[in-house]
Structure formats: structure tokens, C-alpha cells
């Protein structure tokens, strides 16, 4: 079981690495710049060499980037998703070159024009880089809105149209909100196995919920202190396949003292359980 975080990158690639090296991460997510702007920041080559020699040194992986938030890869508009497209050409050739194991991506929001067309625009986008180097991983939502994704039958559909380099991260926050009871891990577990094999999960986002079960309202909270609760990060962490894959909290915080608290308590569950 390995446990990391995401982490800030305004100070740059560098200085993730110090912070992995404070929160002492195995693994960690990162966005490639401001994920509301599509501004794209340009980086240095030497930069980039250092990070992946740093990364390799320190024997750090997955090392995920996730999707920019103001990407909608459902939009109807035909420009705008060329425009998203050729966006997400460039995220994912850095991604790449970068040395990224993960791309995450949310499959996006309908904006009224249903889920059916919403879904279709979605693969239209996908199946752009469904031989990508790097793997894609779709994240499961809360169902909140218009948003896709928060039913494993849509995502299962897209995994099979797409038939590609794709997988799915799985967000515990995400799920709880969409109604799967993590507290009775093995129902969602079997929920789940319905429309995916669970060998297409490879990423676990660590999130508690503020919301109840079912709300279909994404707001993260720390492990522990949410709906979910210890209970429900014991029976993940105890699962044979669920408690293998790299854990990676999105959990708030006004500083690293609150990640290092959450991976702490992971680190905690995870040795009661012989995962680490």
C-alpha cells in the first residue's frame, strides 16, 4: 500500500519534491498549472531532468497529474471541444515527458443536454488518446449537477467504446456521495463488478465526505473526521484488491500539517492490516 498527496505547484516541480519529502510520500497528484486558467505554464528542460531524476532517486510511484477543473470533455459545443482537445494534447505530452504514471480525468458535465449525448461527446474526446503513452484514469463523480461518471454502468460503456490505454480512479468521497454505503465495502465492491472488472482500478483518491451517503454534494473532509468515517477506511484498506492500489488523499487544508495527519492515519490503518 503505498499513500501520498496532491500537492501545490505554484513554487514549481522542485518543490513538490520537498514536499514529498516532509509528508514522507510514496506516491503524489499534481496539476500542471492553475486547473481554472487555461494558461499553460512553460517549463525549464533542466527543470524537468532534475524532477525525474529526483523522482527515480526517491523511488516515487505513481506519480499522477490530474485534469484541469475548467475542462468539460462533455461539452456539446463542437469548437469548444476541439479547442479542449488540443488542450489536452499538450497536458498529456507534458504529462509524459514530465514522467507522469497517471492522467485523471473527470468525465465531465452534460450541461441539459442529457446523459446519453453528454456521454457521446465524452468519448468523442477520448478516443483521441486512447493509445496514449500515459494512462488515463477516469474518476468516478458524486453525481452532483449535470456531472457524468457517478454510475460505474456509464463508465464501464465508456472503457468499452474506448477499448484503449484507459482505467479508473477511484474517489471514496465520490462514491459515498453517489449513494455506494462504503461502510458495506463488499456490496460496493459487487456493485462495482456489475460493469467493471476491478483490475481496470489502479488509483484510489482518499477522501472523507462532509456529505451524507447519497447526497450527491462533492465537499471532501479529513479521514476520520466525515460520513465515512475510520470504519469505512478500515474495510477499504483491508480489501485484497483495494487495499493494494496507491492511496492519495485530496482532503482540505490551509497547510501540509493536515495532509501529514491524513497520510498518518492511513499509514496507521494500513499497518493494522498488514498493508504496509
Known sequence: MKIGAHLWIGEGLLKVLNYCDYLKCDCFQIFLSNPRSWKRKKRDIEEIEKFIQEIKKRKIEPFVVHMPYILNIAVN???LRKNLINFLIKEIEESEKIGANFYVIHPGFHKGTG???GIENAIEVLKNFKNSKIKILLENTAGQGTSLGSDFKQLGYILDK??????I?????????AGFNIINFEKVKKSIEKF???????????NDSKTFCGSKIDRHEHIGKGKIGIKGFENIIKDDYFGSLPFIIETP???LKEDKENIK????IGEKYGKI
Not at 474506448?162 to 482505467?167: A, M, P, R
Open 77 to 79: 459545443d463542437k469548437n
Open 115 to 117: 446523459e446519453k449525448i
Open 162 to 167: 474506448i477499448n484503449g490505454n484507459l482505467g
Open 169 to 177: 480512479c477511484f474517489d471514496t468521497a465520490h462514491a459515498f456521495q
Open 196 to 206: 467493471i472488472d476491478l483490475s481496470y482500478i489502479k488509483l484510489i483518491h482518499a
Open 253 to 255: 487544508k490551509l497547510s
Open 265 to 268: 492515519i492511513l499509514k496507521k
